[in-house]
């Protein structure tokens, strides 16, 4: 079975450029999640989706964060523009169902952006 | 809303030791608790998970949690640790509406 799918895995901007990330979850998984995880800190959810829809997006600092699940599969996740504090790891992972919350769910590599 | 506390931020240990890592959450209802382990140079991956029964619960590489409702814990536990421990262990939270929290990260490092 194919894991997670993101690209790219590492991504050097300056602040103040857009940046965008890609995902692909794992076939047959509907609920979607996008994490920032920063250095010596946890992931922390920025949106979460159920098919192509948004189920949790209460963390994500819209003015410059935007995501999207057009087709209910890929997903991609922007920033513009960009600032310093945004430098990190964004993880995308997938589960089977949001329905059933004891779904583990399955991460992807990361990108590790930084932003200069 | 609701939130998840590991203790430990680093713990260093020899091989053959005994190994627990605390985990506490708050949150008033019903979740689901899991932890995530990350090897050096690896993807997060699922350590076990509880959803219901037996609160002593048993996963991959000889690891065990222990749910404990009435202290809101999930400590993680191994009798003897091997070399190839050494990781990041993370503690998560589902709450039944699906949502999703994480501690910040235990690193274990194992001496041979």
């Known amino acids: 079975e194919a894991g997670v799918a993101q690209s790219p895995r590492y991504k050097i901007i300056e602040k103040r450029q857009s940046v965008a990330f890609w995902c692909n979850p794992i076939s047959g998984h509907a609920t979607l999640y996008w994490y920032q995880q920063i250095l010596g800190q946890g992931p922390k959810l920025l949106i979460q989706f159920q098919n192509n829809g948004v189920v949790d997006d209460s963390q994500l600092p819209k003015d410059r964060f935007s995501a999207e699940r057009l087709k209910g599969v890929d997903s991609t996740l922007k920033i513009q523009p960009a600032k310093l504090e945004d430098s990190a790891v964004y993880l995308c992972a997938s589960s089977f169902s949001l329905g059933q919350s004891y779904n583990e769910q399955f991460f992807g590599p990361g990108t590790r952006l930084t932003v200069l | 809303a609701q939130s998840v506390s590991q203790h430990n931020h680093h713990v260093i240990l020899s091989e053959a030791a005994s190994l627990e890592l605390g985990c506490n959450y708050s949150?008033?209802?019903?979740?689901?608790l899991f932890w995530y382990v990350q090897y050096p140079g690896q993807h997060l991956q699922l350590l076990l998970k509880y959803f219901s029964g037996d609160p002593l619960v048993k996963g991959i590489k000889g690891f065990e949690a222990e749910f404990i409702k009435s202290k809101f814990s999930f400590n993680l536990r191994k009798p003897s640790v091997q070399w190839s421990d050494t990781a990041e262990y993370f503690c998560?939270?589902?709450?039944?509406?699906?949502?999703?929290?994480f501690g910040d990260g235990t690193t274990l490092t194992v001496k041979p």
């Open positions: 998560a939270v589902n709450t039944n509406a699906g949502k999703s929290t």
């Open positions: 949150y008033g209802g019903t979740v689901n």
